[in-house]
Structures are given as structure tokens and as C-alpha cells.
């Protein structure tokens, strides 16, 4: 059975860091491209940074402050979100993708003073 469970979410202020992370079971992660995606209220999914192959991927909004990582022993793809912005507020998923993709429950950032 697949399994993604993300962790690490939370309330910080503005400027502050959290680190998320998403645990998989039930399939090769090696094999998979690994990414993190958020949707805040009233607005769109949208991909805030993937790793497959030898260079991340990162949306203009995060670049230089989000750093996607992943450790194929542990089967878990981490995101490291530093210099936190109340518009980084979003509830975080992580992604699966080959042939299939697989998404996680998502975790709740909230950027707020």
C-alpha cells in the first residue's frame, strides 16, 4: 500500500524556518520523482519545488529560500523553508510521480505574527 505522510508543518513568524518532511512507503522512491506542492485558500495547487534527476526545481516565489532534498535510505523527501512570508500560508503536499502519482494528506504552514 502507498504511503505518503508529510510532517514538520505548523505555525511560525514571519522571517522564521520550518522543515517538512514526507515519509513513503509501498513503493521504489528511488525510482520516483519527488516533489512538494501548495494550495492555499481559494487558490490553486501549485509546484513549489521538485527533484528529479541532478538539478531541483524551484518556483520563482521560493527561489533562494526553499531547498528540496531528498535521502533515498530513508525513503523521504524533505523541503528546508527559510525566511517565511504570511504568503507562504498553504496547506503543503508532497508528490509521487512515474508512471502514477501518488500525493500525501498535506501538512498546514501558517506564516502569521
Known amino acids: 500500500q502507498v504511503q505518503l505522510v508529510e510532517s514538520g508543518g505548523g505555525l511560525v513568524q514571519p522571517g522564521g524556518s520550518l522543515r517538512l518532511s514526507c515519509a513513503a512507503s509501498?513503493?521504489?522512491?528511488?525510482?520516483?520523482?519527488m516533489s512538494w506542492y501548495r494550495q492555499a485558500p481559494g487558490k490553486e495547487r501549485e509546484l513549489v519545488a521538485a527533484t528529479a534527476g541532478s538539478s531541483p526545481n524551484y518556483a520563482d516565489s521560493v527561489k533562494g529560500r526553499f531547498t528540496i532534498s531528498r535521502d533515498n535510505a530513508k525513503s523521504t523527501v524533505y523541503l528546508q523553508m527559510n525566511s517565511l512570508k504570511p504568503e507562504d500560508t498553504a496547506v503543503y503536499y508532497c508528490?509521487?510521480?512515474?508512471?502514477?502519482?501518488?500525493w500525501g494528506q498535506g501538512t498546514q504552514v501558517t506564516v502569521s505574527s
Open positions: 509501498g513503493f521504489t522512491f528511488s525510482n520516483y520523482a
Open positions: 508528490k509521487a510521480a512515474r508512471i502514477y502519482s501518488y
